[in-house]
C-alpha cells in the first residue's frame, strides 16, 4: 500500500464542497490576477495581504489598519477603491513596508469558502510563485486540495493549467485518483512551452486584453518564480511564509 | 455581429445551474455507461427508455409499464433490479419491442435535474451515436448545453472526451465563449485517435475494469457510431428520433 498523502484538483468553487479539507493543505488559485498580485506584493516588500470577501470590508478594513484598499470586481477596479488588481502595481515603491487589503471577483471569495469549509492550512498559488509552493507540498507531506477559482463557478484555463504545473512538478510525491488533476496535468504538459500564446484562447484573455489592454498583466501572471515568495494564511493575514 | 446560436459545457451536474437550458437543447452525456445504454437499446429495438432517478420507482414503474427494469448504483447491479447497466446486455433478441425503464448513479439523475431547470429539448449523447447527435445539433440551430454527468458531482474524463468530440464536428455553426468547451475539444483532438487506450488513466477504467471486469463495455462505449440512434426525450420518455 501506498503510504503517499493524497492529491486532489477542484475545478470551481461550486465543486470544492467535494473535497476534505480539513486535514489537507489548499492551495487557492486565481492567476488572472488576485493571486498573481499578491506574491508579487509581497515579493516587493508589503508586511502582509488581508485578503476580504467584499468591497465595504476592504475599504473598512484598509482605514482601520492604515492599508491600501484594493481591488477589483468583473475585471476592474472596485468603486470605492483607490487601486485594482494588478500585480504590476505593487512595485517595491509603493508596496514595500505596507498592509495591502485586497478584495477580488473570484480568488479572494473562494480563500474565505475554503475558511468555511475547514480548511487549516492554506496557502495561495500563481506562475510567478510555482517553484515556492511546490517545494511547499512536498515537505509538508500532508493531503492536498488544489483549488480554482475559475470565473464566477465557471471552469477557467489558466488556473487549471497552473494546478497542472503544480502536479507536472510534485505528482511523485502523492497518490493522485484524480480526473481533474489528469486532465490538468496534461494541459500544461501539453502547452507549457507557449503560454502566453496559448493563453489567447482563453476567455479571460478577451476579457483582460481586448477589454481593459491588460497585456502586461496576463505576461507577468504566465511568468514562471518571477515573485517566488509563500503567502501563508495565519491570523486572517497572507504573511510571507 | 454573429447570428449563430451559442453553445457552453456542463462539466458537473454541479455547474449545470451556471447555464441557460429554457432555450436550448441539453444534451446529457453520461458515456461510462448510461446514455452508451440508452443509445444501444434504442438502436437494437427497444420501443422506449424511461430514465428513472430513484430504484424503488423504476421498480414500481417497471412493473406498471411490463419493462425491464435495469439500473446501477456506484457501478454495479442495483438492488432490486434483474438488469445492469451494460449497453452489450441489450441485444436484439433481448431488447426488441419492449420498454427499457433505466436508473443510474450519474446519468438519469442528471436528465432529471435538466429537466427541473428549466430544459424543454434533451436528448443524450455517447460515442456510439456521436454522428446523428452532432446532426440533430446542427440542424435545429438552437442554442446547446452540452452536459456531462461526471461521477457523484466530479468532473470525469470520459464525458468531457465526448463533449470535446461533438464540439470538435460542430464548432463552425456555433458562437463558443467557454473555456470547458475549448478545453474538452483539445483534449478530443489530442486523443481521438486512441481513446481506449487513453482511457486507462482514468478514474472510471480503475471501477469499471480493475474492480468489475467490464472492458468489454468500456469498448463499446468509446466506439464512435456503433449504435447511431437519436434518443429524444419526449412525455417521461427517451425514444427514437
Redesign the interface.
Known sequence: MSEKPTLFTS??P??LH?YDLTDAVVVIIDVFRATSTIASALYNGAQYVIPVDAVPAAIEIGKKVNGIAAGERDGKLAEGLSHGNSPLEYTPDFIGGKILVLTTTNGTKLLHMALANGAGDIVTGSFPNLSVVCNYLIHKKKNVVLACAGW??????ED?LFAGAVIHRVKEHFTI????S??AE??YA?HKGHLLEFSK????Y?RLVNRFGYIDDIEFCLTEDIANVLPLYQDEKLIKG
Chains 1, 2 share one sequence.
Open positions: 475545478l470551481s461550486a465543486l467535494l464566477k463557478d465557471r471552469f477557467n484555463m487549471t485518483h484524480c480526473d481533474s489528469f486532465m496534461g494541459l501539453q484562447n482563453f476567455t479571460h478577451h
